[in-house]
C-alpha cells in the first residue's frame, strides 16, 4: 500500500462513493462499485477486507428503502459548494437508508435565521450534513439547516482532510492547525462515526 493512501481499514464506516482501495489491490465485492480503476462504496456500512483472497466488499448498515418526503430530516455529503448554494448527496433518511441516488440543493438563505454571506462559511464538499426538506421539485430536494438541531455533523479540513475539531475559535484542525468556519448541528462530532 502507498503510504499516504485513503485505503480503508476494515470495519470503518464508509458512505457512499467513499474511495475503499484500487482495483489493482482489490476485488470488488457486494456494496461496492468501481469507476477509473478506483473502489467506492455504494452503501452507508461497514468495510469487510479480506486480505487472503484480496477482496473488498462493504457490509450495509441500515437495510431499507426510503425516499425524501417534505418534512424529512436527511443525512448527506456536500458534493459542491458555490457562494449561494451546496449540492448535498443524500444517503440517509430520518435514520434510514435512502434507496437510490437524490440530490438536496441548500441555498445561503435557508441555512440560519442570521444572514449568512457565504457558503463557504457553512459547509464544505466532503462534509456530512443533518438537514429538513422544505420542498421537492424533479427529484430536486430544497433542504433547510434552520434549526440548532441541523448542520454539519462532520467537518474535514481543507487542507489535509483531517475530522475538525469544535473549539471556541472554530473548527480547528489538530493536524496542520488551521481553523474554519461551519454552521454546525448542536450534536457534531457525536456519535455518528466513531
Ligand atoms: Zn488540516
Redesign the pocket.
Known amino acids: 500500500m502507498s503510504s499516504k493512501s485513503n485505503e480503508q481499514k476494515a470495519g470503518q464506516l464508509v458512505v457512499p462513493g467513499e474511495r475503499l482501495g484500487v482495483i489493482e489491490e482489490f476485488i470488488p465485492d457486494v456494496g461496492t462499485y468501481v469507476k477509473d480503476g478506483v473502489i467506492y462504496s455504494k452503501v452507508v456500512g461497514r468495510t469487510l477486507v479480506d486480505l487472503v483472497h484480496k477482496r473488498v466488499s462493504v457490509s450495509q448498515l441500515v437495510r431499507g428503502a426510503r425516499v425524501p418526503n417534505v418534512g424529512s430530516t436527511v443525512l448527506g455529503q456536500v458534493s459542491s459548494a458555490q457562494p449561494e448554494t451546496a449540492g448535498v448527496r443524500i444517503f440517509e433518511i430520518d435514520d434510514e437508508e435512502v434507496s437510490g441516488v437524490f440530490t438536496g440543493i441548500l441555498h445561503v438563505s435557508d441555512v440560519q435565521m442570521r444572514y449568512v454571506d457565504s457558503m463557504f462559511d457553512i459547509c464544505k464538499p466532503g462534509d456530512v450534513i443533518r438537514a429538513k426538506v422544505i420542498s421537492e421539485k424533479n427529484r430536486t430536494y430544497h433542504l433547510s439547516t434552520k434549526d440548532k438541531n441541523l448542520g454539519v455533523v462532520y467537518a474535514f479540513?481543507?487542507?489535509?482532510?483531517?475530522l475538525?475539531e469544535l473549539k471556541r475559535q472554530g473548527m480547528h484542525?489538530?493536524?496542520?492547525?488551521?481553523v474554519e468556519r461551519r454552521k454546525t448541528a448542536a450534536d457534531y462530532g457525536k456519535g455518528l462515526i466513531e
Open positions: 479540513c481543507s487542507n489535509c482532510g483531517n475538525l484542525c489538530s493536524k496542520c492547525g488551521r
